[in-house]
DNA sequence: ACATGGAGTAAGCGTTGACTTACCGTAAGC
DNA sequence: GCTTACGGTAAGTCAACGCTTACTCCATGT
């Protein structure tokens, strides 16, 4: 329902700084923020769009807020490439190596 | 190397509408303008930007040119998105179900 | 209670990019 | 040869979006 959503996600190069550093495990939001050439505020916008295509998720820890990569965005993503994955390369061998325009050839 | 355009052109829902029309076979532009709620150059351009993701092939047939899906692009797509997709998972499973805010509760 | 630090929200700005129309090259048919 | 269909390119427009600064809320510590 929402592969959509994490395409468009994934698509930026800075949310997926930060969903790539979520890969070492848990962070917050300021420990995230530190290290990327963008303000703090705008970690935190991307966190939010991360969290609505279901690609993170977060508890509070204290004052701090702890953001970690959620599985199901992924997942959605990873059947909705597979599927066309499998299409794709039978539909490949049968357009493999035909040669342009067969008709009539430049000749020099 | 180009996993990164490959996700930025399938953020496009026009583009992926084109790119979704090719799983059904190989098409010419005209064709997959048709039925499209935009202009023929639009796809055009579309199909420009596919073609440098690795995502679709081209080949002239006579006056048309007809595309196709390449799975090249989508290879290189799979395997990041597989590679992720592990650590994902046993990285969530550490974290599952961790409550929020152990210290204070707020009691009404 | 007050001060501090961590994080989400609002408003505004600037750039990117998807679309349009107009134009140009090229291949087939008369 | 000329004409017609097909498709890529150019130039310009407008909305989407990523970023910033400012503000506010909440949780902790002294």
Redesign the interface.
């Known amino acids: 329902m929402s592969y ?1 959503r994490a ?2 996600c ?2 930026d ?1 800075t949310r ?1 700084r930060i969903f790539e550093r979520l ?1 070492a ?2 962070k917050s939001v300021g420990v995230l923020a530190h290290g990327l050439p963008v303000s703090r505020p705008a970690v935190s916008q991307h966190l939010k769009s991360l969290k609505q295509a279901g690609l993170v998720k977060d ?4 004052a701090r807020r702890v953001y ?4 199901e965005g ?2 959605e ?2 059947r909705w ?2 599927q ?2 499998d ?3 039978e ?2 061998k049968n ?1 493999v190596e ?4 067969p ?1 009539r050839r430049k000749k020099p």
């Not at 508890?59 to 204290?62: A, I, K, P």
């Not at 970690?68 to 599985?71: F, G, N």
């Open positions: 959509e395409l468009q994934l698509s190069p997926r890969r495990g848990p508890r509070s820890e204290g970690y990569i959620d599985p992924l997942g993503l990873r490439l597979d066309f994955w299409d794709a390369l539909a490949f357009e035909i040669p342009n325009t008709s």
